[in-house]
């Protein structure tokens, strides 16, 4: 046995690594509670600098210890000279890097470093952004660092194409660098503008800003070394699908309806707003017109269409021809309601809004199509790979929407197929691209019937675009409700949904004209799933055949109560 060095055993060990525990937590507690009492008596000194150094410097997640800290800097400023306080927030920056070794997505550190490296009287905003580009070799999507960077770049006027070329390099060494794609959708629209006004000074184009297209072409090129380098990498699809996407839309009144009957208003706007919060004011014949607007359902604080009541007899004279002018903010929309005419609009199409999709230049198009190519021949190699299907869906639509729809279709049988967790997604955006194309058939026909069943939709979408529609199909599909945005089709008269699952009809709300409702073979309830419809004044027909409340024995006498104006029931 001599010579031999004796092992302790598992017990031992572990009674050993516990004392050492309740030591370290002991010394622990007791700085913590020495800082507690120092703040509390308001000292100040360089001794409790270094006494919140000992806690943080094990735990860089002390939020209150940092705020501590900066009280005690705070106070340091006041009986230091500038060379003295050069040092001593040096030191700082270098405690900090120890902190952010210990943790490196700690909050505390990167906000109290932003903080000093403000305060410092000769910042060295190279040794930050160097800082910067250390951590980032070691994760490329530490979000704390990256926000540090951007801060460090717009103190030191970092240019942007710096930052792209900056961009460039990281997504050159690992193309699944998300954080690197994100950052370069930021930055392109402020260096590659489209044509038009420049924009404000200092102005931070938002991600969905858009960019010219000579530069939007090679960026196509970009990332499609990307992704037939890792086909299943999302980073560079992601980014790719931001590339094909649309500007963020402008804000603008999009349509103005007016209607004698009933003598209401309704503006129609480019996205939701607050009609509320800004200045929606009306002017009928060059005068104004006080009124009290209302989104088009109470749920809606933020919606895309306001409606009004107008002053008894201001347009209720058929002969009499009037001028309408609707203003929000800085913009305005006339509306002309002629002699003899019952209603007016005066709107922009989906068409003219190009809000399905954008005309593309022949070098566009060309290059799309190109893409398109590319990566359908992706998939005979990759024929399981999720994202190049719906990105082939996406230059589809970006192309052509109504020529592909057929193959749009097929792609997205095959995404239920090989994304089966999913599935629900890809039902929504089917049903959303459905009604896009629907819409654009019906504008391309000037009609105002809106014919959509039988299409497995599950959900509803662009409802502001159907304001003057009078009869809306949607039967045999996969709807569940008919929720608070129905409520935007002012002028809708006869609304069919049977064969669906709908078990509530919220959206059927103050809808005017509404004078018949389909909704045999549903899933109503309860005759209080019904209310909703006591708001429509004109309706006279209700089917609710097929329905659980049809069962019910006093289904007659309730709905005569609830619904006095239906005269023709079907249960």
């Known amino acids: 046995q ?11 060990q572990e009674e050993e690594k516990r004392k050492e525990r309740e030591k370290k937590l002991s010394s622990y507690i ?44 705070l106070h340091l400023e006041t009986i230091k000279s500038e060379d003295e306080l050069q040092v001593l927030y040096e030191a700082e920056l270098s405690f900090l890097e ?26 060295d905003w190279a040794r930050e952004l160097s800082l910067c580009e250390r951590c980032l070799q070691l994760d490329d999507r530490n979000f704390h660092c990256w926000d540090y960077r951007r801060l460090c770049v717009g103190v030191c006027g970092v240019s942007v194409q710096d930052e792209l070329s900056f961009t460039a390099r ?9 954080s690197s794609w994100h950052y370069r959708s930021t930055l392109l629209p402020a260096l590659h503008p489209p044509p038009g006004p420049p924009a404000p000074p200092g102005h931070l184009s938002p991600p969905r800003a858009r960019v010219c297209e000579e530069q939007l072409l090679k960026e196509y090129e970009l990332v499609q070394n990307a992704f037939f ?14 590339l094909l996407g649309r500007a963020e839309r402008e804000e603008v009144i999009s349509c103005v309806f007016i209607s004698r009957e009933g003598e209401h208003l309704v503006v129609a706007f480019s996205r939701p707003v607050n009609a509320l919060s800004g200045e929606l004011v009306l002017f009928v014949d060059g005068q104004p017109v006080q009124v009290d607007w209302r989104s088009a359902h109470p749920r809606l604080q933020y919606c895309p269409l306001w409606l009004c009541q107008l002053p008894p007899g201001t347009v209720s004279e058929r002969s009499v021809e009037h001028s ?89 049988n095959t995404l239920k197929s090989v994304d089966s967790m999913r599935v629900a997604y890809y039902s929504d955006l089917c049903s959303k691209f459905l009604i896009e194309n629907t819409i654009l058939k019906m504008e391309y026909a000037e009609a105002r019937v809106f014919i959509l ?42 609304l069919e949904v049977e064969d669906n699952q709908i078990d509530n009809v919220d959206g059927l709300y103050h809808l ?60």
Request: with cysteine.
């Open 2 to 12: 001599h010579g031999r060095v004796k092992l302790k055993s598992t017990a031992q």
């Open 30 to 73: 007791t700085a913590r509670d020495a800082c507690f009492n120092n703040r509390k008596e308001g000292v100040l000194s360089e001794e409790s600098l270094q006494l919140t150094a000992q806690l943080l410097g094990s735990n860089p997640d002390f939020a209150t210890l940092w705020n501590y800290r900066r009280e005690i800097l």
């Open 98 to 123: 120890g902190c952010l070794r210990v943790n490196p997505k700690s909050y505390g550190s990167w906000h109290h470093r932003g903080w000093v490296a403000r305060r410092l009287p000769r910042p």
């Open 170 to 178: 990281l997504i050159g060494s690992n193309f699944s660098n998300y």
């Open 229 to 242: 380098t890792d086909p299943n990498d999302q980073s560079a699809w992601f980014y790719y699908r931001w």
């Open 324 to 412: 309408v002018t609707v203003h929000w903010e800085d913009g305005r929309r006339e509306c002309a309601l002629y002699a003899g005419r019952t209603e007016s609009w005066c709107r922009d199409t989906a068409t003219d809004q190009e809000l399905f999709r954008s005309d593309l230049s022949v070098e566009k198009t060309s290059v799309l199509q190109s893409e398109l190519q590319s990566c359908t021949q992706l998939l005979e190699l990759e024929p399981d790979n999720k994202w190049c299907v719906l990105t082939i869906i996406l230059l589809m639509r970006a192309l052509d929407p109504l020529g592909y729809e057929r193959e749009t279709l097929e792609h997205f």
């Open 453 to 494: 069943s039988g299409k497995n939709l599950t959900t509803l979408s662009h409802l502001d675009q159907l304001l003057l529609v009078t009869h809306i199909n949607l039967s045999s599909n996969q709807l569940r409700t008919l929720p608070p945005h129905v409520a935007m089709l002012q002028c809708l008269e006869v």
């Open 512 to 571: 005017p004209r509404l004078e018949e409702v389909c909704l045999r073979n549903n899933r109503i309830g309860k005759v209080s799933d019904l209310r909703p419809l006591a708001t429509c004044p004109k309706l006279f027909k209700l089917d609710l055949r097929g329905n659980a409340v049809a069962e019910l024995a006093e289904l007659q006498s309730e709905l005569a109560e609830l619904l006095p104006t239906v005269r023709e029931l079907l249960f």
